[in-house]
């Protein structure tokens, strides 16, 4: 079953706009999520945790326990924010991953 | 931050011929380290835990004869693909995790193409 889902494979906006890439899970008790980037050409990196509810890169993530959500936020895309982007969550101290979803900003 | 390195970062072997990665965890010892596979623009697939000092546990579905996995110091896990053949060209990621920060934050290397001819 697949516990990470995220329904967008492609998300393409202009330089900007609002940005949001959705991630839903399937998890029994409190859930420990991450988003993780990989831009082109270079290795995969956490970009934030649910847990220290903070924002990096202009980029935030709430974790809606009632939706079973944790969508990734950003108010106005950059070029540079064009990437890969995957959601995690942690479940038997191992990373189980969604399918990704690739962002691509247009100037 | 931490830093987890792989060598080499790509390789073209011929068809039976074994090949062997490794990862290094570069300022840290990592108790825990993790083999992933990748496909192009597709997720990373978990393909097995490296322990040290033990026994790799393997996913469902991965051949733990064809998928050797060694990791025999705290800064070291080697994955050594068994008579390669071309369905194992892949991109292999490896990660660690630092076991003082004590959370669950994984280090990733930067992956190794696999190319089998």
């Known amino acids: 079953a697949q516990r990470v889902t995220q329904p967008e494979k492609l998300l393409s906006v202009f330089k900007g706009a609002p940005v949001e890439l959705k991630c839903n899970y399937s998890y029994s008790g409190s859930p420990e999520l991450f988003w993780y980037v990989q831009y082109s050409r270079q290795r995969l990196q956490l970009l934030l945790r649910?847990?220290s509810r903070e924002s990096i890169k202009g980029f935030t993530a709430d974790l809606n326990k009632g939706e079973t959500s944790f969508h990734l936020k950003k108010p106005f895309a950059q070029e540079e924010d064009s990437a890969m982007y995957y959601c995690?969550?942690?479940?038997?101290?191992?990373?189980?991953f969604g399918q990704g979803t690739e962002l691509s900003v247009k100037p | 931050g931490a830093v987890v390195s792989q060598h080499p970062s790509w390789v073209i072997c011929k068809s039976g011929t074994s090949v062997k990665i490794e990862c290094r965890s570069l300022?840290?010892?990592?108790?825990?380290m993790f083999w992933y596979r990748q496909f192009p623009k597709q997720s990373l697939m978990l393909m097995a835990t490296s322990n040290e000092g033990s026994k790799a546990t393997y996913e469902q579905g991965v051949e733990k004869d064809k998928f050797l996995i060694n990791h025999a110091s705290l800064t070291l896990s080697t994955l050594t693909v068994t008579s390669a053949h071309p369905e194992d060209s892949s991109f292999y990621i490896c990660?660690?995790?630092?076991?003082?920060?004590?959370?669950?934050?994984?280090?990733f290397g930067p992956g190794t193409r696999l190319t089998v001819t």
């Open positions: 649910h847990i």
């Open positions: 995690a969550l942690i479940e038997g101290g191992k990373l189980i």
């Open positions: 990660s660690a995790r630092d076991p003082i920060s004590g959370s669950y934050e994984q280090y």
């Open positions: 300022d840290f010892q990592a108790t825990t």
